[in-house]
């Protein structure tokens, strides 16, 4: 019969566009690469689609493009939020599961999936400190983002337990590319050349901190 279901019939009919949209800070990431490949091959399996749209890490474009994508009639949407306010969401959450990732929601209850920045970054300094490293150095890329700014403080808080001083020229932040991590690492050497102890770092400065030891 070449019979080819209608997705805007099925929109109608269960008031919902069969897709889970997917707002992160960065496609290129590795990890919200992988998350978006997840999810897609699990709508797959119910029949459904995914729309992934990328907030390039603005907190001014989170609202419009977020926005953009609810109108859509969705069946759900996962988000990495990059603002400090989602109060915009509540609105929303009454008419589409909305779920966080990565980053909790602020300003509007919602169900999130979130690490333990703090503690991750504490455990990964005190096991440097406790092999004999006394100048860690902190890598990330901005204290404006949620994930990083605990990462910092889990990293200062191990080092104050310690009774270590915080030096301000290790502590390295804007890398947010593979050319500003470079020129990060390039500095943090200079304060420290013969101390491999490396620091506790975000994942987006693994790639320039290879390059670090490789050299």
Same mark, same amino acid.
């Given at each position: ?26 496609? $290129? ?9 997840? $999810? ?11 729309? =992934? ?12 493009? $977020? ?20 109060? @915009? ?9 909305? =779920?966080? $990732?990565? /980053?909790?929601?602020?300003? =509007? ?39 990083? /700014?605990?990462? @910092?403080?889990? @990293? ?26 470079? =020129? ?32």
């Amino acid at each position: 019969l070449n019979y080819v279901p209608n997705a805007l019939a099925t929109t109608f009919r269960a008031g919902r566009y069969p897709a889970i949209g997917i707002a992160v800070p960065d496609l $290129v990431d590795p990890f919200f690469a992988a998350l978006a490949k997840a $999810v897609g091959q699990l709508a797959a399996q119910h029949n459904m689609s995914i729309l =992934v749209t990328n907030l390039d890490d603005d907190p001014e474009r989170e609202q419009p493009i $977020v926005e953009a994508l609810l109108r859509q009639s969705l069946s759900g949407l996962i988000i990495a939020p990059i603002s400090h306010d989602q109060a @915009y969401l509540a609105a929303w959450t009454s008419r589409t599961p909305i =779920v966080f $990732v990565d /980053r909790a929601p602020t300003k =509007v209850p919602a169900d999130h999936f979130v690490e333990d920045d703090h503690g991750g970054a504490y455990t990964a300094t005190e096991h440097l400190i406790n092999h004999g490293h006394e100048r860690i150095a902190f890598l990330g890329d901005s204290l404006d983002i949620p994930t990083t /700014r605990n990462r @910092y403080h889990g @990293y200062s808080d191990a080092l104050r337990h310690h009774q270590l001083p915080s030096h301000n020229e290790l502590v390295a932040l804007g890398a947010q590319n593979a050319d500003a991590q470079t =020129v990060i690492i390039a500095k943090l050497a200079k304060h420290q050349p013969h101390d491999p102890a490396g620091g506790q770092i975000d994942r987006i400065g693994l790639a320039a901190v290879q390059r670090y030891f490789k050299d």
